[in-house]
């Protein structure tokens, strides 16, 4: 050993270092997906089982005003719905990580300190877009239409996305801040539910109590829900002619501010106290 | 290669404290193996995770490879290898995919890291199970491959946390294997671990640590000697003859003949080695004593660690029933 050179410790401050890492990391994740499907299978039933429910069981009790398909109304909700278990999906798969060490042999080795949450939320995003495509194929297959323009539509899958990006963050922040996997699932199940259910998802937000109303308005749930609907032409009753009816795609962009703002700055502060 | 003065890490819970480390002092010399020893909750893991830069200590003062463990912990990232308990592999990827993982990084380039990943897995009887996932491999190979992930960086100090806890008797000689050809390229290495025989087995010297500190350290042999050299232990068959056998052995010996009643056990310190044992032998046969067993017995790490750790001085009759 005495003759061998010492190896030069890596320069792993730059910002080519922590997308590079990072990228690592988004590849790791990636890969796990297709080795155990379940995971995917069962987010796919379990949004595909909304749209089932409500599309042919409530659906039919649910009038809209101002007309439209119900089924065409519902789908965008559903992609919001599922892209804000996003958090979900993050905080799981942290928790995981955490108890299994892997955590623990990422922060032993040269890497970017960023790398191990850039990759995760990255790949989450990733994730939850190829969850969107087959939920718009089955939304595609009970009657769901985009009747906008090619760059409409992609505008809204990018409201989604980045919104499922802003979700993640969240989820690291939850996920570094719970014991187990299934206090992360218990934790996110119980707070994103009712986030998607006070909202303008399954019914028009007129049918809601009147001190429920703007709860439901303000909602990030409901605001991508509508932002996406007006994009796609799909249809939005609003309630009254406030803020959140007529801006849902700015007031979209700032919940993904906000939501960042604040779920990222403590998903890092947790993340660097681990090692208190 | 390390040094570490006064360590101190309290946990702190709902519950109350937990002094984890409480002064801990440690010193390992390039290319030699130390081995820390003690039992469950003596603060080993939490020795490792400071020196491997995952926890900050909340006293004291530690560096490793001459980088300071609190303020240049990524350089010493990058000449460390850890693997154990706490530091894990990917069970949903496969043998090669993890290291190919790990091996970049540590920042080796995407052509070394696959390089470095077959070399390892050939190293270490992997390459047949290269591309299965790890869900399917044995105890013993997920060690080993985790061992291979803490070696793709090629760092100069490996830290291992109990690498063989749990492994059965086969995978943990394979295991000493690996681990004694990592010693001999002339890596430094910090091995934890509960089993005596492991420390004396491959470490230079042993370190003995409880509540948080180090209560001895030395050679194997050095810690041997501090409860004493070579004992004669006789078990004779009828309890009538513990008397009779005691003034024989009293005669033949210079010690204090310690008796245990129950397992009519014979234990005395003796500095004449086998030589006395023949003449015990002889002479207990002449008595016409029946033995059930006989030998000289060096103490074992066992013997050092509860010495050591105060709990021999506890074991009365019963406990000595228990254990045989």
């Known amino acids: 050993m005495t003759a061998t050179k010492l190896q030069a410790p890596a320069a792993t401050g730059g910002l080519r270092n922590a997308i590079s890492d990072g990228l690592i990391v988004t590849e790791r994740n990636l890969k796990r997906i297709p080795r155990i499907p379940e995971l995917a299978i069962f987010a796919i039933l379990q949004s595909v089982m909304f749209v089932l429910l409500f599309a042919f069981v409530f659906g039919g009790a649910i009038p809209l005003p101002g007309g439209g398909s119900y089924r065409e109304f519902l789908l965008p909700g559903i992609f919001a719905q599922t892209i804000a278990f996003a958090a979900a999906t993050t905080a799981i798969g942290i928790t995981d990580d955490i108890n299994k060490g892997i955590l623990d042999r990422f922060r032993s080795l040269p890497m970017a300190r960023s790398a191990v949450l850039s990759g995760r939320t990255l790949s989450d995003v990733i994730y939850n877009g190829g969850i969107l495509v087959v939920l718009m194929l089955s939304g595609l297959a009970v009657g769901w239409r985009v009747h906008s323009s090619v760059l409409e539509f992609l505008a809204g899958v990018g409201l989604l996305l980045l919104f499922s990006f802003a979700m993640s963050w969240v989820g690291v922040w939850l996920g570094l801040s719970v014991p187990t996997v299934e206090v992360a699932q218990q934790v996110s199940f119980t707070t994103i539910f009712p986030l998607t259910f006070l909202s303008n998802i399954f019914v028009p937000p007129q049918t809601l109590p009147s001190w429920l109303q703007p709860v439901a308005e303000w909602n990030p749930a409901s605001v991508l829900t509508s932002a996406v609907r007006e994009l796609w032409g799909n249809p939005n009753p609003y309630v009254g002619n406030g803020f959140p009816a007529g801006q849902p795609v700015l007031l979209t962009l700032i919940w993904v501010v906000i939501l960042l703002a604040v779920f990222a700055p403590l998903a890092v502060r947790r993340y660097r106290s681990m090692s208190r | ?324």
């Open chain 2, 1 to 324: 290669m390390i040094t570490a003065e006064g360590l101190v890490k309290i946990y702190r819970s709902r519950s109350g404290e937990v002094r984890a480390l409480n002064g801990l002092d440690l010193t390992i010399a390039e290319g030699t193996v130390l081995g820390l020893l003690g039992p469950n909750g003596a603060g080993k893991t939490t020795t490792v995770r400071v020196l491997a830069t995952l926890l900050r200590p909340d006293g004291g003062h530690a560096t490793v490879a001459g980088y300071d463990v609190v303020r240049q912990a990524q350089q010493i990232r990058s000449v460390i290898g850890l693997s154990g308990q706490y530091a894990a592999v990917d069970e949903n990827l496969t043998g090669r995919e993890n290291l190919v993982m790990f091996g970049r990084l540590y920042q080796l380039s995407r052509a070394e890291a696959r390089r470095r990943a077959d070399e390892l897995l050939e190293q270490f009887d992997l390459a047949d199970a290269a591309n299965r996932t790890v869900k399917t491999y044995s105890g013993g190979m997920r060690r080993r491959l985790d061992l291979a992930s803490a070696l793709s960086g090629r760092p100069r100090l490996l830290f291992l946390d109990e690498p063989t806890t749990g492994l059965d008797p086969r995978s943990r000689l394979a295991m000493w294997a690996v681990i004694r050809d990592r010693v001999r390229e002339g890596t430094t290495l910090l091995l934890t671990t509960q089993y005596l025989e492991e420390a004396d087995e491959l470490a230079h010297s042993i370190a003995v640590v409880d509540h948080g500190r180090i209560i001895a350290r030395g050679t194997a042999d050095e810690l041997k000697s501090q409860v004493g050299g070579e004992r004669i232990e006789v078990v004779v068959h009828d309890r009538d003859a513990i008397a009779r056998a005691v003034e024989i052995i009293g005669r033949d010996t210079d010690g204090e003949c310690a008796v245990d009643e129950h397992t009519r056990r014979l234990t005395v310190p003796t500095s004449g080695g086998a030589q006395r044992l023949v003449q015990v032998v002889r002479d207990l046969d002449q008595a016409k004593i029946a033995i059930d067993d006989i030998g000289l017995r060096r103490p074992t790490l066992d013997d050092v660690f509860l010495t050591l750790t105060g709990h021999a001085a506890e074991i009365t009759p019963d406990d000595e029933d228990k254990n045989s």
